[in-house]
């Protein structure tokens, strides 16, 4: 769990490494006496000023542009200084230990992973999902990301729960003050039309929870494995996947030895395929430590590519891979060197035609690979065109999965009259609380403490 005190803290925000701009940071309660110390000026709040960043002796360590953000009109909501300086590592270090410096006094100390960005949380000046956006969009390897991680911080997925949740809070204030008043004898369910609202809120939760795992797909992306013999062509189909050479290939079975990871981007959707050895009996040494990370890196996939020689399919290795692999995760059996079949021997393109977890390809003249694609962007369940307007994570879908499992569970329950309004009421209570949870209306520490430590230090 990061620290949660009201210490000032600060921290070097930009990234590690050179560059022609560096920003110091510090939040606090209150920074006048902090800037009064390092400055000896008075510092117009949200206005730029040039002054000289000097050390305890007054030499300059550098000069640039200061800007003061008083609370709460700032990214923590508390008061926030900014040095933007040079940005060499040996400048920036010693601006930190300046800062550190001058503000012990008042118990500056160096901030902890992501503790700017919990306390804009804690402030409210950002929900739970806002604050996950800002790591979202630092991290974000795609366009298609950047754009759906923006709109996430903007608050347009909070929006939509938010706007949900408010509807299940009215059912359940219809249905709690009904409780309280037994001797009214109204039919809460006809009278207030409790039936069709709940459908209604089950529909639109439904359509977010698609939209969720969308942009789900577009931030996590899919993790495939290349398995298959020896001389099957693994290697090959990486390369041509990725379009360049990220792995050797030769006509020697077992040149692959080791994992070979690459990500690619397919509509947009992060796709991280793993090259990896030959799967066979071997006594080489090194070639059994090569096989045995293949089958850790299939017990741990999303989805296995099973790549085959058209020539001569093995389905008995295809036995053992579906054996090992995480529940629910597919096999899409790929046939490769199809250019390399006899005129008029058509067994695997007949097979394979109404087949949608094989297809035929070459890797060596691209036959047959925007098919491919097309078949991986659907075992990762997207749909092109329906793009999500924001980013979510595994924990908002389950979130929404859970808010629909309870929702259903008081449709059951409406089916009984006003018999059983009680567990009618309950079903919604912990509806709306799986739904707050995404927001951070309903959080544990242990889940704060998580996800903030998972960002980078000055964010």
């Not at 210490?7 to 050179?18: M, R, V």
């Not at 099957?232 to 290939?249: C, E, Q, Y």
């Not at 393109?349 to 003249?365: H, Q, R």
Request: hydrophobic share 45%.
């Amino acid at each position: 769990m990061i620290p949660r005190s009201n210490d000032p803290i600060t921290a070097i925000a930009t990234a590690p490494g050179k560059g022609g701009i560096g920003v110091v940071r510090i939040s606090g309660s209150n920074l006048d006496g902090i800037v009064a110390r390092l400055f000896n000026v008075s510092l117009k709040p949200r206005h730029a000023h040039y002054l000289s960043f000097d050390d305890a002796q007054g030499q300059a360590i550098d000069a640039g542009i200061v800007l003061y953000f008083k609370a709460p009109h700032s990214y923590t909501g508390e008061d926030v200084l900014e040095l933007q300086g040079h940005g060499g590592p040996a400048v920036l270090r010693r601006i930190l230990q300046r800062c550190l410096e001058a503000g012990r006094e008042w118990g500056v100390r160096h901030a902890e992973p992501g503790e700017f960005t919990q306390r804009a949380f804690l402030n409210d000046r950002l929900d739970l999902a806002q604050a996950e956006a800002v790591a979202d969009l630092i991290d974000a390897s795609s366009e298609a990301a950047a754009r759906s991680a923006m709109a996430s911080l903007s608050g347009a997925f909070s929006q939509e729960v938010t706007a949900l949740n408010e509807r299940i809070i009215h059912l359940r204030m219809l249905v709690e003050a009904t409780l309280d008043f037994p001797e009214e004898e109204i039919d809460f369910l006809e009278k207030y039309q409790a039936r069709p609202a709940l459908e209604a809120i089950i529909t639109d939760l439904q359509a977010i929870r698609r939209q969720a795992r969308q942009g789900m797909i577009l931030r996590e992306g899919l993790h495939v494995v290349l398995a298959g013999r020896p001389n099957v062509g693994k290697s090959s189909l990486l390369n041509a996947l990725a379009g360049d050479d990220v792995a050797i290939v030769t006509p020697i079975a077992g040149t692959t030895r080791d994992r070979v990871i690459q990500q690619i981007h397919l509509d947009g959707v992060p796709i991280h395929i793993v090259d990896t050895a030959g799967l066979r009996e071997t006594t080489d040494e090194v070639e059994s430590i090569g096989i045995a990370r293949t089958w850790a890196e299939i017990e741990r996939a999303d989805a296995v590519i099973h790549l085959q020689d058209a020539r001569e399919p093995d389905d008995q290795l295809a036995d053992e891979i579906t054996r090992r692999l995480p529940p629910r995760a597919p096999i899409l059996k790929v046939f490769n060197k199809a250019d390399l079949l006899e005129m008029g021997s058509d067994t695997i393109f007949s097979e394979t035609a109404s087949d949608p977890i094989s297809v035929p390809i070459s890797a060596k003249t691209g036959y047959n690979l925007d098919v491919l694609r097309k078949r991986l962007l659907d075992i990762a369940g997207w749909s092109p065109g329906a793009q999500s307007p924001w980013l979510a994570r595994e924990r908002h879908v389950r979130a929404l999965e859970a808010a629909e499992e309870h929702l259903a569970a008081a449709r059951i329950h409406a089916e009984h009259d006003d018999q059983v309004l009680d567990l009618f009421a309950e079903e919604l209570r912990l509806a709306h609380e799986e739904l707050g949870a995404i927001t951070g209306q309903f959080s544990s520490d242990d889940l704060l403490g998580e996800i903030f430590s998972s960002f980078c230090i000055g964010k």
